[in-house]
């Protein structure tokens, strides 16, 4: 049988620990013993970059914030598409998060946290949202959880909220777009986003490329280029 290793382990403020593990040559980190991440199946991660770089309209010097960090294959994607003069801020609330892939992951993904168009912010992406100046992005990628209705962190159930979705909207340009990974679909968030005046639709997602059923969803939001009436859809 092939060798588990313990890279590191930290005790977080409730308790529970994290850990980063290798094994057959892949990564993994749990909390309170429940996998969190790994680095096993990325693709779906890699598509939000996709999607959202989708909608950058002509021009440079686009603003792009990620949030999280995680094994930073959304960062990694981003940054292959994008141009030199784009900024890319990424959100990590967990700094064991970031120290270990900067430490242990440097191959992996790690290094693009020195990438001269990334800027680390380290604490909750939904205080980031709330604390930026108007229209200040044209994209926004949200993957801190497992979903809407799946949450792995009950804290972060304000980002799917008419809160966190009011937040968005005013820190995102006029047509920019906001793209939501998710485990799964659900119908509630997508006519909750529909009625905070966003566009938005629910796409099936591979959670890699050889996959044969797309089992993630992601949940791409557009804010109107010219702010409409909220719509009771
Ligand atoms: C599933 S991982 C993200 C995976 C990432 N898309 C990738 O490509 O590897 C979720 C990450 O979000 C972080 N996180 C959870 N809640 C957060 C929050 N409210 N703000 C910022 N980061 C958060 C977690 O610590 C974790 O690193």
């Known amino acids: 049988m092939k060798p588990t290793v313990v890279l590191a382990e ?34 779906s ?46 959100a990590e609330l967990l700094p064991q998060i970031v120290e270990w892939n900067r430490v242990h992951l440097a191959s992996v993904n790690g290094q693009l946290l020195d990438d001269p168009r990334v800027e680390v912010l380290l604490g909750d992406v939904f205080a980031v949202l709330g604390s930026a100046a108007p229209a200040s992005y044209d994209a926004v990628l949200l993957d801190v959880d497992n979903g809407p209705e799946a949450l792995v962190d009950a804290r972060n159930e304000r980002l799917y909220a008419d809160v966190g979705l009011a937040a968005l909207s005013r820190a995102l340009k006029p047509g920019g777009r ?21 566009q938005a639709e629910a796409l099936w997602a591979k959670a890699y490329p050889q996959a044969q059923v797309k089992t993630h969803t992601l949940f791409v939001a557009d804010w109107p280029r010219r702010e409409r009436p909220h719509s009771p859809e």
Do not use: C
Request: hydrophobic share 45%.
């Open 178 to 198: 906001a793209v939501f990974w998710s485990a799964g679909t659900d119908d509630r968030f997508l006519r909750r986003l529909k009625r905070a005046g966003f």
């Open 10 to 43: 930290a005790m977080l403020p409730n308790r529970q620990k994290l850990s980063l593990r290798r094994h057959d040559g892949h990564y993994h980190i749990r909390v309170g013993g429940e996998l969190l991440m790994s680095t096993t199946a990325t693709a």
């Open 45 to 90: 991660e890699a598509q939000m970059a996709e999607l959202a770089h989708a909608a950058f309209g002509a021009g440079a010097g686009q603003r792009v914030l990620i949030g999280g960090f995680g094994f930073g294959f959304t960062l990694r994607r981003m940054l292959e598409l994008v141009g030199p003069d784009v900024h890319v801020q990424v």
